[in-house]
Nanobody, 128 residues
C-alpha cells in the first residue's frame, strides 16, 4: 500500500525558489509513476509534472515547462518538485499522486482518475 506524504510547504517570496517533496510511508515509491498537481483557491486541480518508474521519462504541463522540475531521488525513495522563480499565482495546495505502471500516461497524463494514491497536500504561499 502506498501512503503519500508531502512536505516542504510554507511561505516563499516571489523570485526565490521552492522545493516540495513526496515520500511514501508504505511501498517503495521508486516503482510507481508519480505526478504533482496543485489546486489554487477557487480553481480546479491542475496537473503539473509526471515522472515514470525509476526516473524513466518526464512530462510537464505546458503552463509550467521550463520553470518546474520533477526530480526522483531513488536513494531517498522520494519525488521532489522544484519551482524556480515562484510567482504569486503559484500559491496553491500542492499534491503528489502515484499510479501503477512504469510510464507517465501518453494520453492525458494528468487525468486524475489514472492515479490511485494521493497525498493530503502541502500549502505553498508565494508572497512578498
Amino acid at each position: 500500500q502506498v501512503q503519500l506524504v508531502e512536505s516542504g510547504g510554507g511561505l516563499v517570496q516571489p523570485g526565490s525558489h521552492l522545493r516540495v517533496s513526496c515520500a511514501s510511508s508504505g511501498s517503495n515509491l521508486d516503482y510507481y509513476t508519480v505526478g504533482w498537481f496543485r489546486q489554487a483557491p477557487g480553481k480546479g486541480r491542475e496537473g503539473l509534472a509526471c515522472v515514470g518508474v525509476l526516473g524513466k521519462g518526464t512530462v510537464y504541463a505546458d503552463s509550467v515547462a521550463g520553470r518546474f522540475t520533477i526530480i526522483r531521488d531513488i536513494h531517498e525513495n522520494k519525488v521532489d518538485l522544484r519551482v524556480d522563480n515562484p510567482k504569486l499565482e503559484d500559491t496553491a495546495i500542492y499534491y503528489c499522486a502515484a499510479k501503477v505502471g512504469a510510464d507517465c500516461p501518453t494520453d492525458s497524463p494528468f487525468d486524475r482518475s489514472k492515479y490511485q494514491y494521493w497525498g493530503q497536500g502541502t500549502q505553498i504561499t508565494v508572497s512578498s
